[in-house]
Structures are given as C-alpha cells and as structure tokens.
C-alpha cells in the first residue's frame, strides 16, 4: 500500500528540485542585485578615503558569503521539510541515530568558512594599518569628555610656521579640516575613558585608549563635508562626542590654519587632568 501511495506522485522529487532551484535563483538575484548600483556597498556610505576600498571589499564579501550559505541553508531545511514530511496514512520515516560522514561535514565546513573569513579580516586589517609610507601632515587627536581636541602639528611646515588647535565643548561642535589627496597620521590620545574615532565615509574607526598610543594613516580622496563621532559608550554625555570633517584643497587647509593662528589658537592643547578628577568634576567645569 505504501508502494502504490508513492506512486501517485509521480514527479514529486522532481518538483522539490526545480522548487530549490528556483529558491537558490532567487538567492543569486538578491546577491546580483546587492551588486550593482548604491546596492553594490550594502548600506555603507559612498567611499571618501583611501581605506574605503579595502574595508568595502571585506564588508561586501562577508554579505555575499552571508547570503550563499543563507541561500542554501534555507533551501537544505525547505526540501527537508517538503521532501520527508509525513504523508496521509505513512509511517514515520526511518529514524537514524548518527551520520558519520554527515556529522564531519557541518563540523568541518563551518570551521574552513571562518578560516576563510578570518584571513580575509587580518589582511584587511594589516592593510587599513599600514604605516610604511611617508605622510604629509600629522593631527593630534585628544578625546576628552565630552567632545575632541584636534592639534594641528604643523610647527615644521613653512606654509604654517606653527602648532595650531581647535578645542570641542559640549555646546561647540568641533571641526576638523583635511587635505584632499594628501596624506595624514593621526594620533590618537584620551585623558579619561576610552573612544573610538571613528569617521564612517572614510570606512575606519579606532579606539582612543587612556595611556594608550593609538595611531593610524590615511589619506581622504573626495572633497566634502562628513560626520564624525565616538563610536564607543563612554559615558553620560556621548552623545555629544561629534564632529565635522571638510576635506578642503590644501590652499583652503593652510588658510583654515592660519585662520586659527590668528585667532591665537597656537601650541599643542592637552586635557591637564588626570582620569581621577575627571570622574570627580561635573562635565560643564571641565571645559573652563
């Protein structure tokens, strides 16, 4: 009786094959399509620096390994699902208690895809922390709370003569100025908890860590305005750990420094206070 049930249906592997099929043509349009166009970076911004198309490249690449092994991870349950399900009137199918072969394989497939994703992550991120090339300017950064200081460390530069600066308050949104196509150190420094300088168009952040030198090279490729901000919780008020960023001609970078030497902002400005009295002063007399 079980024979002549199976065979009313003929075609019905047939079927759940062209049906997984399609479910995994459907997948591959979804990857195609997140390949083209403003799809093409998966919700990441429109690139601005040098380190854009490296990040980019991983972060694209974990997406279409994502949704491959989505595609098929769905399709495996749904013939499963269609395939051995319980007919009118059927027993329940075999029950088997191991697989062996089975077994080594969803045990060693997803161990060889994080292998595969780890060296990925490692080369880009021994690239995007490249430091082997000479730079042209060099910004002290100092995240305090609740807002950063940006030392512009251009003493050695004739166009400039000086160390400038411009200090963020919590009412004063600071702004920090780059030369398009030129290189750029940045040093990162925080006198009390720790930040993450993270400028999301350049597709890189990095943490600034109390008695910790942080330090990273890059070189901004499109002029604009960009938003930048902490991207660690560091406290009450992280909210107002934001910036703006203008990568401008270098003729406009130098005019904006002198600008601020003029204005009497000269020297390298550091936060004067240790950790301990930063915790124990309210926000508002930190900034006097």
């Known amino acids: ?15 759940i094959r062209r049906g997984v099929a399609a479910l995994g043509a459907v997948g591959a349009m979804l990857v195609l399509a997140g390949c083209s166009g403003q799809g093409a970076r998966f919700g990441m911004l429109e690139p601005a620096s040098d ?48 697989n062996l072969p089975m077994e080594l394989m969803y045990t060693i497939i997803p161990l060889l895809i994080i292998a595969v994703l780890f060296f990925f992550t490692v080369k880009a991120q021994n690239e995007v922390l490249d430091k082997s090339e000479p730079v042209d300017h ?56 720790i930040h993450s300088f993270w400028i999301p168009a350049f597709y890189f952040k990095l943490d600034v860590i109390p008695g910790h030198a942080n330090s990273f090279d890059v070189t901004p490729t499109k002029l604009g305005t960009y938003d930048g901000k902490c991207a660690e919780l560091c406290g009450t008020y992280h909210a107002h750990m934001i910036f703006k960023v203008h990568v401008v001609t270098e003729q406009e970078y130098y005019a904006k420094l002198k600008e601020l030497a003029a204005n009497g902002q000269t020297g390298e400005k550091k936060v004067q206070v240790s950790a301990t009295s930063i915790a124990t002063k309210p926000a508002e007399e930190q900034h006097k």
């Open 51 to 98: 380190r854009a198309p490296i990040m980019g490249n991983l972060w694209v690449g974990a997406w279409i390994a994502s949704l491959t092994i989505g595609v098929l991870v769905w399709g495996l349950i749904i013939y499963a699902a269609v395939r051995y399900r319980r007919r009118r009137g059927n027993s329940v199918p075999k029950q088997t208690k191991y």
């Open 138 to 193: 060099t910004i002290n950064v100092v995240g305090q709370k609740w807002s950063w200081t940006f030392n512009y460390m251009e003493a050695e530069n004739p166009e400039v003569g000086d160390v400038v600066h411009q200090v963020g308050t919590m009412s004063q949104i600071p702004d920090l100025y780059l030369p398009v196509n030129k290189p750029v150190r940045f040093n990162l420094a925080s006198p009390d908890v």
């Open 1 to 15: 009786m079980s024979f002549n049930r199976h065979v009313k249906h003929p075609g019905g592997g047939s079927r």
